[in-house]
């Protein structure tokens, strides 16, 4: 492992840092929600390998029930303990599914639970493993989505199989219930396909703060073009005034937030 930056119970006041990961420009982001000075139960990590690889990853621990900043940052923990001893020959795919594995059977006996985002890129190519309703999206610089992942809630499926809309579906009632999460003897991974990304494309990963907060298409507009930095300061301002101010038919959900933003240069 090259280098590695982990967040945990992170409550960042300006708009997150960028660095610079294999040939990738990264931005993270992570801050507790603005209606509570409770710990904040989402992590976030970066982990850049040897070669032109890295694995990102987005936590969020379950806040219906306890330690949730604790089961979050278990995920990150058992994940950078899989990956330190994983090897550029082994493949890390191996090494996050272990990770995650680990991750599970710890949170089981902490009585807790947390969903993940995390992506895994080699050179140009990316590949997705998501438990729960933390989110994935890969967009081109015109807009076009090219990867997004579907909620594993009743909601989500529901949205997916075109029984609800997605401004419904932002309203729902039961929106905040999962049928998948870290911490359950029947947790399973979601492993996407493997994604080419072409120059200019832009990963986000984020927990259901940035998603119960703002649309879609609100979302892809930011994020499809800028400087990195200025996207992120964009997404975390909207989040904030949306979790701030009630409008009627607006989404106004405060929550922890937490995004990374990764983008293949020129």
């Given at each position: 492992?090259?280098?590695?930056?982990i967040?945990?119970?992170?409550?960042m006041?300006g708009?997150?840092?960028t660095y610079?990961?294999?040939?990738?420009?990264?931005a993270?982001?992570?801050s507790?929600?603005p209606a509570?000075?409770s710990?904040?139960?989402?992590?976030?990590?970066?982990?850049?390998m040897?070669?032109n690889?890295?694995?990102?990853?987005?936590a969020?621990?379950?806040?219906?029930?306890?330690?949730?900043?604790?089961?979050?940052?278990?995920v990150?923990e058992?994940?950078?303990d899989?990956?330190?001893r994983?090897?550029p020959?082994?493949?890390f795919?191996?090494a996050?599914?272990?990770?995650i594995?680990?991750a599970n059977?710890?949170?089981?006996r902490?009585g807790?639970?947390?969903?993940?985002?995390?992506?895994?890129i080699?050179?140009?190519?990316?590949?997705?493993?998501?438990?729960g309703d933390?989110?994935i999206?890969v967009?081109?610089?015109r807009?076009?989505?090219?990867?997004?992942?579907?909620?594993?809630?009743?909601?989500?499926?529901a949205v997916?199989?075109?029984f609800?809309d997605?401004d419904e579906?932002?309203?729902?009632e039961?929106r905040?219930l999962?049928?998948?999460?870290?911490?359950?003897?029947?947790m399973r991974?979601?492993?996407g396909p493997?994604?080419?990304?072409?120059?200019?494309?832009?990963?986000l990963?984020?927990?259901d703060?940035?998603?119960?907060?703002?649309h879609?298409?609100?979302i892809?507009?930011?994020?499809?073009k800028?400087?990195?930095?200025?996207?992120?300061?964009?997404?975390v301002?909207?989040?904030?005034?949306?979790?701030?101010?009630?409008r009627?038919?607006?989404?106004?959900?405060?929550?922890?937030?937490t995004?990374?933003?990764i983008?293949?240069?020129?």
């Amino acid at each position: 492992m090259v280098h590695k930056k982990i967040l945990t119970n992170c409550h960042m006041e300006g708009y997150g840092e960028t660095y610079n990961c294999c040939s990738y420009e990264i931005a993270v982001y992570s801050s507790r929600s603005p209606a509570h000075d409770s710990a904040n139960g989402d992590s976030a990590a970066l982990f850049c390998m040897d070669g032109n690889a890295g694995i990102f990853a987005v936590a969020d621990g379950m806040g219906g029930l306890s330690n949730a900043d604790r089961a979050s940052a278990m995920v990150i923990e058992s994940l950078d303990d899989a990956l330190t001893r994983a090897t550029p020959e082994g493949g890390f795919r191996e090494a996050v599914l272990n990770g995650i594995d680990d991750a599970n059977r710890r949170i089981i006996r902490l009585g807790a639970g947390s969903t993940l985002a995390a992506v895994e890129i080699n050179d140009n190519t990316l590949r997705s493993y998501h438990v729960g309703d933390a989110a994935i999206l890969v967009t081109g610089q015109r807009g076009r989505i090219k990867l997004q992942t579907i909620p594993h809630s009743p909601v989500g499926y529901a949205v997916e199989a075109g029984f609800l809309d997605e401004d419904e579906a932002m309203h729902h009632e039961e929106r905040h219930l999962l049928l998948n999460m870290l911490g359950s003897s029947d947790m399973r991974i979601e492993i996407g396909p493997t994604l080419a990304l072409a120059r200019r494309d832009t990963v986000l990963l984020g927990s259901d703060g940035l998603f119960d907060n703002l649309h879609i298409d609100e979302i892809v507009a930011i994020i499809r073009k800028g400087a990195l930095s200025t996207v992120m300061e964009q997404l975390v301002t909207c989040c904030r005034q949306r979790m701030n101010t009630t409008r009627p038919g607006r989404p106004s959900k405060p929550d922890d937030l937490t995004l990374i933003l990764i983008r293949r240069g020129a």
